[in-house]
Structures are given as structure tokens and as C-alpha cells.
């Protein structure tokens, strides 16, 4: 799985870097750990990056890959996401 949610990492990064890149912090059963930092951190509507990057590895997983937690960083954010069976 780890090499899936790197996929899904590259290609948010290619899309969106520099204003948001990612960094996967934990790859687990049933969750994703990501900070998503970048020029644009203190955008309004930053926080969408989140949801962004769990619709890339919900297309990449066959899952369904949802925001259940954003913790604000000074320069980011950092999500988990819950990776839960399409149904």
C-alpha cells in the first residue's frame, strides 16, 4: 500500500507544488498521515489541498479516501485521512 500512496503522492505534487506539496507522515490500516505544506499555506481555502490529495488516492486506492482530521502547522496542515471500502 505504501507504494500506492506514494503514487498518489507524486502526482498531487505534480499538480499542485509549489503552492501545496505533500509529505506522507504514516501509512497504516484504515489511514493516511499527510502534511501538505507550501507557498500558499495561508490561503483561504487551503485546507481543500487536504480533500485534493484524498480524491488522488481514493482514484489510485479504488477506495473511498476521506478528510477525518486537519491539524493546522505554522507553515501547513496535517490530515488524516480514512481510507474506507467502496461500496
Known amino acids: 500500500m505504501r507504494k500506492l500512496v506514494e503514487r498518489a503522492k507524486e502526482k498531487f505534487n505534480e499538480l499542485r507544488d509549489p503552492e501545496a506539496k505533500a509529505e ?16 500558499g499555506c495561508h490561503a483561504c481555502g487551503y485546507d481543500e489541498h487536504a480533500v485534493d490529495f484524498a480524491l488522488i488516492l481514493g482514484d489510485i486506492l479504488g477506495a ?24
Open 64 to 87: 473511498e479516501v476521506r478528510v477525518a482530521n486537519l491539524e493546522w502547522e505554522e507553515f501547513g496542515l496535517r490530515a488524516i485521512l480514512e481510507i474506507l471500502p467502496r461500496s
Open 24 to 39: 506522507i507522515l504514516e501509512v497504516a490500516p484504515g489511514y493516511v498521515k499527510v502534511r501538505i505544506s507550501g507557498t
